[in-house]
């Protein structure tokens, strides 16, 4: 069964600690992206990544970081930097397209991160 | 800038038709998705849109007007099960997906 995983679905953490989100996908697709939602808003892009060994920042980077070591992996940590991490967190893939582009965006179920 | 607008919230009768649209503005233009997400889920697909015109998907159809920047989806025959938020998201330039904070859809008995 093809898809993406996220674990766990739910996580607690105390304010100043690091924490890492798990991200697998089993699509071979070569886009992955990590979005954060809050709510009443849109999913804001974190950081994304096209190709091994590369990712760039996306809209609200600061306090986050990335590694794409693997196609199949794009763990996402939540830095002690970060000032209002509190969120749902969307992990996606996607495939590049025929044209260069890229098709639809696939997501994982979620993790919902909060700290007390 | 970049920018998405949508209703926040709207409400239908079971088996009834409802429009929710979508206008938007974005740095170049290579198709816009519509995906529905539950509460506490992820979203998934929908639709995809890079010409004019409607695309028909079962109870679903989208329609696109490059020239307006407008969309919008149409849902027929309205179940209970559709009740959740429709996000527009038209993809930029840089194949950058662009989220409105979607419209959420209560659907009543």
């Known amino acids: 069964d093809g898809g993406i995983t996220q674990s766990p679905k739910y996580l607690f953490r105390k304010e100043g600690q690091n924490v890492t989100l798990s991200c697998e996908q089993n699509?071979?697709?070569?886009?992955m992206y990590w979005y954060r939602q809050d709510p009443g808003q849109g999913l804001r892009l974190i950081y994304y990544?096209?190709?091994?060994?590369?990712?760039q920042k996306g809209d609200i980077a600061e306090g986050y970081s990335v590694s794409r070591e693997k196609k199949e992996s794009f763990p996402l940590t939540v830095t002690s930097a970060q000032k209002n991490p509190t969120a749902f967190y969307l992990c996606?893939?996607?495939?590049?397209?025929?044209?260069?582009?890229?098709?639809?965006?696939?997501f994982g179920p979620g993790t919902r991160l909060t700290v007390l | 800038g970049q920018n998405i607008d949508q209703p926040t919230e709207m409400t239908a009768t079971e088996g009834a038709i409802v429009q929710i649209n979508c206008t938007y503005q974005?740095?170049?233009?290579?198709?816009l998705f519509w995906y529905q997400q539950h509460a506490g889920e992820a979203p998934t697909f929908l639709s995809y849109?890079?010409l004019d015109g409607l695309e028909e998907k079962g109870r679903f159809s989208s329609f696109l007007s490059r020239s307006k920047g407008y969309s919008y989806l149409l849902l027929k025959e309205l179940q209970m099960k559709d009740s959740a938020s429709y996000l527009c998201?038209?993809?930029?330039?840089?194949?950058?997906?662009?989220w409105g904070a979607g419209t959420k859809l209560i659907i009543k008995p």
């Open positions: 996606a893939s996607s495939i590049e397209g025929a044209g260069g582009g890229y098709n639809e965006q696939f």
């Open positions: 849109n890079v």
């Open positions: 998201a038209p993809m930029d330039s840089n194949y950058q997906l662009i």
């Open positions: 699509l071979n697709h070569d886009a």
């Open positions: 974005t740095s170049g233009f290579n198709g």
């Open positions: 990544s096209q190709i091994v060994n590369d990712f």
